[in-house]
């Protein structure tokens, strides 16, 4: 079975916007997903690997220096390597890049990589609300890392009133159409939404997600926060204004989608080809059913971004296709619409093998 590749994730924003409490609550909530950071200060004393150390899994450390300008590929290379060697048991990398960092060039240096156990895992930037408007007078170009992250987290955005609120998120719009923007208070944003996350060991069902009831209800002392538990179904619509204690969600949709037929590789590139702005992540597995291509292919997409893995079937194991989208503001009865026109029918003639070539493009190995 091919080795499945690690995301790497770009967690980047200007200095003071929230970046290491954005990432302490995804260490603080990944379960038994086991997250391996690269913490990049800028200055002699690493204040924020301080912060971080001790619940992460395995960490690196680059102080004094920006990660874009103060590292090349290869060193970034090595770096990748001690995280994702097997030993480490790694399952997601986290960059927190400076608040000085060129987010593009830490992208750009991911995907130069020689190394072929991680995979590009998305931008995601982090805007402090209250904030906002002195820090692009500050950094105009705050304005273009927002035009190219695949998600955008609004931090402190309980420190704004509703209408600056509602003005922020119209100049985010603006910024990067159709890119997700989830508000948030302390950095509190479901970690579903940038990875995939397991149970923990001592977990007896094994499948259990976390939810926004989670985050709502699993307050810590300190955080200010009032405790009031709120139901939030994981996958539904969670509107950001709980309305306790700051915690602000966006609304996002996760739509799941199973078929028991084949699904045709053509229009199933064609749907990937053209989905809609604001569907941030895609992941699951296809079955194609084709002739000399009977492998499973697991789908990885973020943002734009777009990989297919392949790997064989278990024995017993049932062949269909099962993948989960999750976006906001997306039209979802017309993703599932599209999906289910991707179905290679009773009757219809099965696709041919030259049609898996599109797929192919995007695949691993």
């Known amino acids: 079975m091919a080795k499945r590749q690690i995301p790497v994730i770009v967690l980047a924003g200007f200095l003071g916007s929230g970046k290491t ?21 800028f200055g002699s004393i690493e204040i924020d690997a301080m912060s971080v150390a001790g619940q992460v899994d395995s960490m690196v450390s680059l102080g004094n220096g920006c990660l874009c300008c103060a590292v090349d590929t290869s060193d970034l ?18 960059i927190e890049a400076s608040g000085l960092a060129e987010p593009q060039e830490v992208i750009r240096m991911i995907l130069a990589s020689d190394n072929k156990d991680i995979v590009y895992g998305g931008l995601v930037e982090v805007v402090d609300a209250a904030e906002f408007a002195a820090t ?21 955005a309980d420190r704004v009133g509703d209408e600056a609120r509602r003005e922020i998120l119209g100049v985010l719009e603006e910024l990067g159409p159709g890119t997700p923007v989830v508000p948030a208070s302390y950095g509190r944003v479901d970690p579903e939404l940038l990875f995939d996350r397991k149970p923990r060991e001592d977990d007896p069902a094994k499948t259990r997600q976390l939810s926004f009831e989670d985050l709502c209800a699993d307050d810590e002392a300190g955080d200010e926060q009032d405790g009031h538990g709120h139901d939030h179904a994981h996958g539904h619509d969670c509107h950001d204004g709980c309305g306790h204690g700051g915690h602000l969600h966006a609304a996002y949709e996760s739509v799941e989608f199973v078929s028991e037929e084949p699904v045709d590789p053509r229009r199933l590139m064609e749907f990937l ?15 194609f059913g084709i002739a000399g291509h009977k492998h499973k292919f697991a789908v990885h997409a973020v943002g734009d971004f777009l990989r297919f893995y392949r790997s064989s079937w278990a024995r017993a194991e049932e062949r269909l296709t099962q993948l989960v989208l999750i976006g906001r503001g997306v039209d979802t009865e017309a993703l599932r619409a599209g999906l289910d026109r991707c179905r290679v029918t009773a009757g219809e003639p099965p696709a041919e093998e030259n049609s898996m070539w599109g797929v192919l493009r995007y695949a691993q190995g």
């Open 273 to 287: 080809d053209s989905r809609p702005e604001g569907l941030y992540r895609i992941k699951g597995f296809v079955y």
């Open 21 to 41: 409490t954005l990432l302490n609550h995804l260490l603080g909530r990944s379960g038994g997903t086991r997250i391996g950071a690269i913490v990049n200060d």
């Open 77 to 94: 290379d090595g770096f990748l390597d001690r995280l994702s060697r097997p030993a480490a048991r790694i399952d997601v990398i986290v």
């Open 136 to 156: 692009r007078a500050r950094h105009p170009e705050l304005d273009r890392h927002v035009a190219i992250a695949d998600l955008v987290v609004l931090n402190k």
